[in-house]
């Protein structure tokens, strides 16, 4: 599904500063895996997210969906890919505030190929459901809490039906509670649907929620489980 | 929802900046359309306003030049008379293809037997007018009669009396000339035999008498031969005819011309400071904008939204708000204008007219495009910048 392939992204600051955020990293996810990589902060895990995203271009490397090279499509196939291929959970407050629940959920609807509009509507509405949120259709983000707006989040990312899901940090800035209730999420959607999931965490406990961990460290991968069947989380 | 519905919800989401956009949109089109409508109006006025005398060169009294013009440009009457015999010694010039004479006359101020007040009235000769005659072949069919008159575009019978009275005797108003904004619009045309029995009966049904000197004319109006420079014949004029002043039509309002152009010179520069400082706010409105947004951008292109969608997405916003602000500018601007009509023309010492409603429509149109070409310049540099940006950048904090 990925193939990561001595990937290096560095940030030039200034002519005498060179910040590497990803070192020569290299590692393949396969189908159907839910992944979790954590690491402190500064340690190159969301650099490593937008990479696999073909959210920034890397200074060096590749990455592969299903064979293709994110960086060598044109913009306008990278988007589609993106819009069709990947669903993204973001760490801060990702929903456009003049739209309500509903119409962020359909928001990737109107990037993609031509949809029908009631489609979209049902499917929208059917998400929010699913995420417990029926009752906040026409809500805007700022009349719900963060757990509930990381949830419309959750719901926007699979309305697609992406055979990816990428995760930055989706439970930072929530309590406890809520937060193993948004990764009890993630791991129903991963059961339910057999998405891959790449998670990205600076929370180490909460590795236990995918079926594989990955460590990085300045940039690098320092401690990566084994590769396990991909089921198994679904039996956890 | 759509990149429509989108734009207009960004745009009701930032009340503050739109009201901004929107103010300078206005700001840049009312402009545009009060400086055409000012300059234009006043110019097609001049043009129009030699048109309807359609002569090359009018020969009058001298030293009644400024008269004259005051009377063509403002409606103030002018009285000034030489004999009839210049009309035959300019016929004779080499040059001259036809002379037609022309009496100024007007009414009386507060007398019952006028209907109108000080009123400008040219009389015309039938046999030899080339001025009034296309109008009247094409409008009238044999011209006018005894008795009969055309007005200009603001002359009317009033309802009370049912005829028009000059010195007490009833015109009757065969019809009304277009408009050319300036004092020929509120003078009336009748022929010389209609002059003469108007002076003959005044002295029994007017407070005055309407006095014409016998064998005298007010001015004589020229059309040169083809190929024929005005300026020669009208020098030729001023040195073989002595007690008259020849006006080449061509230069009759120089005066106000170069004041237009001094006008047009100073609005031209006004209106570049106001664009240039208008749309600098808006490009940096839209960067502030840009900016506060820029995290949503960032998702959605991580959504799958295309560089160019988030370019339509912010240029529509820019494209919206300047045709709001745009129209808004363009309606108050032409209201007002068309509202201080006499204020300008006064401050402008200069006749004015306003288009008719098609052409204010197509001025309008060229003003809204101006403005939504100038709005929508400004925004894109900002929307270029951020369209363009790594999705992963316009996300960082």
């Known amino acids: 599904m990925i193939s990561i392939q001595n990937l290096n992204k560095t940030y030039t600051v200034s002519k005498e500063l060179v910040v590497p955020a990803v070192r020569d990293v290299s590692m393949e996810v396969e189908k159907g895996e839910f992944v979790i990589i954590t690491g402190r902060s500064g340690s190159g895990k969301t650099t490593l997210l937008n990479l696999v995203a073909g959210l920034t271009r890397p200074t060096s490397g590749k990455v592969l969906l299903d064979g293709t090279e994110v960086w060598s499509l044109p913009d306008k196939e990278q988007s589609l890919l993106r819009n069709e291929q990947i669903g993204f959970v973001f760490q801060f407050a990702s929903l456009l505030p003049t739209l309500t629940s509903i119409e962020n959920v359909m928001l990737p609807a109107m990037f993609g190929k031509k949809q029908d509009e009631k489609y979209s509507k049902e499917r929208a509405a059917f998400l929010l459901d699913q995420v417990d949120l029926s009752d906040k259709l026409q809500a805007f983000p700022r009349q719900l809490s963060g757990g509930q707006q990381q949830r419309v989040v959750i719901a926007r990312a699979l309305m697609n039906q992406p055979q990816l899901l990428l995760a930055d940090e989706p439970t930072s800035d929530l309590d406890e509670m809520t937060e193993h209730e948004i990764m009890d999420q993630f791991r129903g959607i991963h059961q339910e649907t057999g998405v891959t999931v790449l998670l990205v965490t600076h929370s180490a406990e909460l590795g236990s929620y995918g079926t594989r961990s990955i460590q990085m460290a300045n940039g690098e991968i320092v401690a990566a489980g084994a590769q396990p069947d991909p089921r198994r989380a679904m039996t956890n | ?397």
């Open chain 2, 1 to 397: 929802m759509n990149l429509f519905e989108l734009a207009k919800r960004n745009i009701t989401g930032s009340s503050f900046r739109s009201w901004m956009v929107f103010f300078c949109a206005a700001l840049m089109a009312g402009f545009v359309i009060a400086a055409t409508l000012v300059i234009r109006g006043a110019n097609d006025s001049l043009r129009l306003a030699l048109d309807r005398l359609g002569a090359d060169i009018i020969v009058i009294p001298e030293g009644e030049e400024q008269r004259l013009k005051s009377a063509l440009l403002m409606g103030i009457p002018v009285h000034c008379w030489m004999p009839d015999t210049v009309v035959d010694d300019l016929a004779a010039l080499p040059g001259v293809q036809a002379v037609s004479p022309q009496l100024y006359l007007s009414t009386l101020r507060g007398a019952t037997c006028c209907s109108v007040p000080e009123m400008f009235l040219i009389a015309y000769e039938p046999e030899t007018d080339f001025t009034l005659r296309p109008w009247l072949e094409e409008n009238l069919e044999g011209g006018l009669a005894l008795g009969e008159a055309v007005g200009g575009n603001l002359v009317y019978v009033p309802v009370e009396q049912g005829e028009l009275l000059v010195y007490g005797y009833g015109l009757d108003l065969k019809g009304s000339l277009e408009p050319t904004g300036t004092g020929l619009d509120q003078s009336m045309f009748f022929t010389f035999e209609t002059a003469r029995e108007i002076a003959r009966m005044s002295s029994d049904q007017a407070v005055k008498v309407l006095d014409i000197p016998p064998r005298t004319v007010s001015s004589a109006l020229i059309k040169v031969e083809l190929g024929v420079d005005p300026q020669q014949v009208a020098a030729e004029i001023s040195s073989t005819i002595r007690g008259v002043t020849p006006l080449e039509t061509a230069t009759l309002f120089r005066d106000q011309r170069e004041q237009l152009l001094s006008l047009l010179n100073s609005v031209v520069a006004l209106l570049g400071i106001t664009w240039v400082l208008a749309m600098a706010l808006i490009a940096v409105i839209f960067s502030l904008a840009i900016n506060e947004r820029r995290r949503h951008i960032g998702v959605m292109r991580a959504l799958g939204a295309r560089r160019t969608t988030v370019l339509q997405s912010l240029l529509l916003e820019a494209i919206l708000l300047a045709l709001a602000g745009g129209t808004v500018g363009i309606a108050v601007a032409s209201l007002a204008v068309y509202l201080f009509r006499p204020l300008i023309m006064g401050l402008m010492n200069t006749p004015f007219l306003f288009p008719a409603p098609l052409q204010l429509a197509g001025l309008g149109l060229g003003a809204l495009v101006l403005a939504l070409l100038g709005v929508t310049l400004a925004a894109l540099i900002p929307a270029l910048r951020i369209s363009y940006q790594d999705p992963a950048n316009s996300m960082r904090e």
